[in-house]
Each structure stands twice: as structure tokens, then as C-alpha cells.
């Protein structure tokens, strides 16, 4: 499944993106907020763990689906 471009409106708390400029991967993450009136909102980074404030005039957001996480075994 490709992912999707995406619209600072259309993004909502808990989604999972990924933030490209110039075909490469700058940020992915799990949206923690969201101000649509200014076109900015902010992620939680997966690689630093750090959060981070993104601006979708700079970058291509892509909605992502969530990682899958690993079966627990007894």
C-alpha cells in the first residue's frame, strides 16, 4: 500500500506519518498535536523519541500505517 499526502487539516492525534523533502525521509512519527490554522503540528520522532514541530510548507507529509507490534511469546 502506498502512502498517502496529506493536508495539515486532515491529520489527527495518534496518526502515524512521515515527513519528506526532496525524496528523502527527514521524519516518522506518531502525531501529538495539531494546529490547523497555522499549518503546523507536531510529532513524536520514532527514531529520537524526541517531539518535534513540523511545517507542512517545507516538507511532504504522508499518512503511514502504525508499526506492527511483535507477537508476545510464552
Known amino acids: ?3 498517502q499526502k496529506v ?3 486532515q491529520l489527527r492525534i495518534g496518526d502515524q506519518i512521515e ?3 526532496n525524496g528523502k525521509l527527514f521524519h516518522r512519527g506518531r502525531v501529538t498535536d495539531v494546529v490547523p490554522a497555522l499549518e503546523l503540528f507536531w510529532i ?3 527514531r ?3 517531539r ?5 510548507e517545507a516538507l511532504e507529509i504522508r499518512h503511514v500505517e502504525a508499526p506492527v507490534a511483535p507477537l508476545a511469546t510464552a
Open 52 to 56: 518535534k514541530l513540523l511545517d507542512p
Open 48 to 50: 529520537t523519541g524526541t
Open 1 to 3: 500500500m502506498e502512502a
Open 19 to 21: 515527513a519528506w523533502h
Open 7 to 9: 493536508l495539515t487539516a
Open 44 to 46: 513524536l520522532d520514532a
